[in-house]
């Protein structure tokens, strides 16, 4: 049994900051790439960052320069740093992870998700 659990959502001002973690818990062997995504209000699920298990990461070009993924391989876990938030960062947010189970498969997991709301 692998889960993605998700924290750190809430409600902030405009400018504000969020630190939204999510860890792999359950049967797990090793996480490998992960990432964050998001689904605003009405549109489609976009990526927002990714990073892979030696630390390179990619982001959107919206939230380049704002956001700040990062993980701790020992603590299963991956944060995505949000500074400088707008009202068009307000969305879900999903965490997704590419896990290797206690069986030696990899699989895509996804988190419950996390609503992140950024008033003006």
């Known amino acids: 049994q692998v889960q993605l659990v998700e924290s750190g959502g809430g409600l902030v001002q405009a400018g504000g900051s969020l630190r939204l973690s999510c860890a792999a818990a359950g049967s797990v062997f090793r996480v490998n790439a992960m990432g964050w995504y998001r689904q605003p209000p009405g549109k489609q699920r976009e990526l927002v960052a990714t990073?892979?298990?030696?630390?390179?990461?990619d982001y959107a070009e919206s939230v380049k320069g704002r956001f700040t993924i990062s993980r701790d391989n020992a603590k299963k876990t991956v944060y995505l740093q949000m500074n400088s938030l707008t009202p068009e960062d307000t969305a879900v947010y999903y965490c997704n992870a590419d896990v290797m189970d206690t069986s030696l498969r990899e699989r895509t997991y996804w988190g419950q998700g996390t609503q992140v709301t950024v008033s003006s």
């Open positions: 990073i892979t298990r030696s630390g390179s990461t």
